[in-house]
């Protein structure tokens, strides 16, 4: 038994989809957020930058007494942890593998597809551990820099969305993939659209899901559960103003998070 909280970090908001597996999984766990709304986008960023800022996320969230760490956002998981891994002495999980590993395991014709923003289908990180999980595996790689607007801005399910999803989606459909990881915090709330133009016989990975699933089975085979929640069972921090991440947050989370936010200085971290 541990009653230690679990940190999570991200670029914004989007990795509360991530969150909110966890919270749903894992019920009695105490959560710690940090998005990193001042300095987002990351999807367009350089692999210095990138790095960088994740290890400053990291060293905020290592402020609290944690006992581990998950980087939920699609981009700081493919460029950053690949190259942390080893340096920190607490597990840190990242959405990359989690989801390789399940893509891998459902694929029936050994075609899988993966979508993230700019900086994730760059750094082949998907290619990468899906090869490791199988060498025989083809993967097929979008970036689809389009979608975090479209949610941000409220487009999720309008014909917009669905238009410009035909249109990247298109690479994957001629590639007979039978599997797509939706490789980026914010695309799990395009599953509908992204559903629609590709059809049942694909099968869509969320990865916040499966990294919840790793974490799951960490706790439970080092005995780190948590007996019981804390008082403030889940706090959220950003480092940039609040309101936006309170309004879109509640929306992302389907309850209400006000009250439960805070601002801080994240180039202290760096
Ligand atoms: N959270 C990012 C990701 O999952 C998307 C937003 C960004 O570009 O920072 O890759």
Redo the contacts with the bound molecule.
Sequence with gaps: MDNRRIGVF???L??LTVMKELMALLPNESLVYFG?TGR??????SEETVLKYTRSDINFLQTFHLKAIIA???????IALPKLSGQYDIPLLG?TKAASRRAAAVTRNGRVGVI??T??IRSGAYRSFLEEENPEIQTVSVAC?MF?PLVEYGYAEKEAAKMIAKDYLQEIIESGADTLIL?????PLLKKVIGEVLGDSVTLINPGECVAGDVKKLLEENDLLSKEKQTEQYQFYVSDDPAEFIRLGSMFLERPIDGLVSRIDIEKYN
């Design positions: 991200d670029s914004g989007g990795g990193d987002i986008p990351y999807g367009t960023k939920a956002c699609g981009t700081a998981s493919s959405v993230g923003t900086g994730t820099p975090v490789g980026c915090t914010h695309y």
